[in-house]
């Protein structure tokens, strides 16, 4: 099945999913190489309201894929509500 990947500037809707993006990005490519205890610490001080700021100047892009993929940057994805 092929999927159409359509590239677009995040909107303030999208700020959730990135933050779940980001989160689990630091867990999956940090788990091996810090202590749990550590990445915890630092996954717990990202805050919505952050990538909300850098959204709302039109610092992010987004690769939307039928309403439930997002991916930001060039290696991070997600897929969910």
Not at 38 to 47: P, S, T, Y
Not at 53 to 69: E, L, N, S, T
């Amino acid at each position: 099945m092929c999927t159409t990947l359509t590239i677009r500037a995040a909107a303030e809707t999208d700020v959730q999913a990135i933050w779940r993006v980001h989160r689990s990005a630091i867990w999956e490519t940090c788990g091996g190489h810090y202590p749990p205890e550590v990445i915890a610490a630092w996954v717990e001080r990202l805050k919505p309201d952050s990538y909300r700021r850098v959204v709302r100047r039109g610092g992010v892009v987004v690769g939307d894929a039928q309403r439930g993929a997002v991916l930001r940057g060039p290696r991070l994805a997600h897929r969910g509500p």
